[in-house]
């Protein structure tokens, strides 16, 4: 199976292993993740401004390549995949931002909305199967607990994003427990970390993440994995808890026994 995706611009900066260890593990199970062409920032940030149109036209072409091809478009950013989506969404469902965005990119073919977005959690848990993926694992984490943090951007607006039960999340514990792991359950998994506030406000953000961090270390988990780079930022400025961050995809790429693969290349 062939994907196209769309990697973002954190992904080729500070989050590269995010990436890398997606690639390979993607290899490993049997698809394959093929790069959109010229794609541009998707902003970071969605526009809530209801007619705002210009910082939405980079992810609807990025939309558009994937119809050209005939292929969902998988995400592995939380930042980018919340953009994209939301932006899809507006351009399935919203006349006048899809009229307006199809006027400025002049192209032949009109674009409402009909690409998949998935983010690549998704394509483990409804293309690969967490039980298939069980049945691929060569290292794994037996009796390593492991607390998963789902931040903000993969859950909200529920009705939109589709991904999970936004109070009760379950993708990334079910994730762990193919693994090998042992999900942690705490309060804060889905809490906050201080998003874009850390910029301005870095105490609120620092006291924000080192609630969650205390709250995994409590529920006496050992790490914490995560798919978002803002987060992984924000939980390593914290030093509550004393339990390290690791993305999700690097945990995966262990397991498959291809995580050298990526660094020792």
């Known amino acids: 199976m062939k994907y196209s995706y769309y990697p973002g611009c954190t992904l080729r900066t500070k989050a590269q292993n995010l990436d890398a260890y997606a690639r390979a593990s993607a290899k490993a199970l049997g698809f394959e993740l093929e790069e959109v062409e010229n794609w541009q920032c998707c902003g970071g940030v969605y526009p809530l401004g209801s007619d705002e149109i210009a910082t939405k036209l980079s992810s609807v072409r990025v939309l558009m390549q994937a119809k050209e091809k005939g292929q969902s478009l998988v995400t592995l950013c939380s930042a980018c995949h919340h953009v994209i989506k939301r932006v899809n969404d507006d351009m399935k469902n919203v006349e006048d931002i899809r009229t307006r965005a199809n006027n400025y990119i002049q192209s032949d073919d009109y674009y409402a909305g009909e690409t998949e977005v998935l983010h690549f959690l998704e394509v ?16 794994p984490f037996t009796n390593r607990k492991i607390g998963a943090y789902y931040g903000c951007l993969l859950l909200r607006p529920s009705n939109i994003m589709s991904f999970d039960d936004p109070e009760n999340p379950s993708i990334l514990e079910d994730f762990i427990r193919a693994i090998g792991g042992t999900p942690v359950i705490y309060p804060y998994r889905n809490e906050c970390c201080g998003g874009y506030i850390s910029l301005k406000e870095k105490d609120m953000a620092e006291n924000m993440c080192d609630k969650i961090k205390d709250s995994a270390s409590g529920f006496e988990a050992e790490m914490l994995i995560t798919a978002c780079p803002l987060c992984m930022y924000n939980l390593n400025k914290s030093k509550a808890g004393n339990i390290p961050v690791y993305y999700f995809t690097e945990l995966l790429a262990e397991a498959l026994g291809v995580k050298d693969e990526v660094d020792n290349p």
């Open 124 to 139: 483990l848990r409804d293309r690969v199967g967490f039980d298939k993926l069980k049945e691929k694992v060569v290292n």
